[in-house]
């Protein structure tokens, strides 16, 4: 099956500084990937889709020159939250677009997730 | 057009009992309906799925019903388990998934 691995688990860093994220495909290559915000019960929120060898497409209200995604190979995605401040303290996760090789779904593209990275600044 | 809308925001089922959450949506360009279970503090997993070519899929105890003229579908989870307490989300693709769009959630609690 699609593995996508997500790391770290959970940060907690000082108020001013940055953090990165990663996100591997580990078992499949990935030329696109999201990155989503997640508030406490609440869905997921579209913050880019990372593209291998280009640059990230932002939505709307999503500062790129805050979150910065970098996706360098076929299986790896980072996003840096720099200069941290509290208020960017929230859950964020990233997905990959895989396509199915078999079954009634062949063909299509799946999303996997990551477990998810808990962000807290203080 | 682009929102899918969940139903009900929680839900709480007694063992064994079913648990039925719906999902409506506009756009006639999806053409790919996954729903996703979280449990806290972990990333979605991708449950079941279905094309809207097919008005009903049925994997183990979760089934999803189509229905493509109302432009709503629906996941049961027959025989309720505490082990099914989590939140799912249904979602909605195109463009092969290059976009998709989420539902709000719904919050499940199976009572022992």
């Known amino acids: 099956g699609a593995v996508v691995s997500q790391h770290p688990s959970r940060v907690i860093c000082k108020s001013g500084t940055s953090v990165k994220i990663e996100c591997r495909s580990l078992?499949?290559?990935?030329?696109?990937m999201f990155w989503y915000r997640q508030f406490p019960k609440q869905s997921l929120m579209l913050m880019a889709t990372s593209n291998e060898g280009s640059k990230a497409t932002y939505e709307q209200g999503v500062e790129k020159d805050k979150f910065l995604i970098n996706h360098a190979s076929l299986t790896l995605s980072t996003l840096t939250v720099t200069s941290a401040h509290p208020e960017d303290s929230s859950f964020y996760i990233c997905?990959?677009?895989?396509?199915?090789?078999?079954?009634?779904?062949?063909?299509?593209?799946?999303?996997?997730f990551g477990a998810g990275s808990r962000l807290t600044v203080l | 057009q682009q929102q899918v809308k969940q139903s009900p925001q929680s839900l709480i089922v007694q063992k064994g009992g079913i648990s039925i959450i719906n999902c409506a949506y506009e756009?006639?360009?999806?053409?790919?309906f996954p729903w996703y279970q979280q449990f806290p503090g972990k990333g979605p997993a991708l449950l079941i799925a279905?094309?809207?070519?097919?008005s009903e899929k049925k994997e183990g105890r979760f089934t999803i019903s189509f229905n493509k003229s109302a432009k709503q579908f629906s996941l049961h989870i027959m025989d309720s388990q505490p082990g099914d307490s989590a939140t799912y989300f249904c979602a909605a693709m195109e463009g092969g998934g290059f976009k998709t769009i989420f539902g709000a959630g719904t919050r499940l609690f199976v009572k022992a």
């Open positions: 078992d499949f290559q990935a030329t696109t």
């Open positions: 279905i094309r809207p070519d097919v």
């Open positions: 756009n006639t360009a999806f053409d790919y």
């Open positions: 997905s990959a677009l895989k396509r199915t090789r078999g079954g009634a779904l062949f063909g299509a593209n799946v999303l996997t």
